[in-house]
């Protein structure tokens, strides 16, 4: 598949996210917190290690898992069927969660100094901080697909930004 969004079907677009992005998500950030893990463990006391960067992204895994399973299970396949009366709700619910990952993101770029490696860093500290420089592209062009082209072709009164 290109990496070319269908942006004017809204089914395909689902297809899209979840392939793209979701199954993505699921392999970035298990390995992406075990690194983080390792390197708090090896350098800790080290004045720019990123100190709970880890449990950030332990607790993202779970979050995200349950947040993509609500729009596969849920969400998606009511736009696959064109939407209809109360889509509203669990889209407002999808834009909310999209709020707490972006206040991850922020903490996650707080931790690593806005991922700024420190001098003599590690190969893993090294390859941590690229995975997350990855991760968070991919995750937040993930949220502006939804929340900017997708969620509002469902929202009355909401034009299309696509």
Known sequence: MSDAAPIHDPAELTRFIETRYHARHREQLPPLAAMAEKVEDIHFGDDHVPEGLSTVLRRMIGEMEVHMKKEELILFPAIRKGGGPGIETPIAVMRADHEDHATEVAEIRRLTGQL???????????????????????????????????????????????
């Open 116 to 162: 700024t490696l420190p001098e003599g860093a590690c190969g893993t500290w090294t390859a941590l901080y690229a995975g997350l420089d990855e991760f968070i592209t991919d995750l937040e062009e993930h949220m502006r697909l939804e929340n900017d082209v997708l969620f509002p072709q469902f929202e009355p009164g909401i034009a299309s930004h696509g």
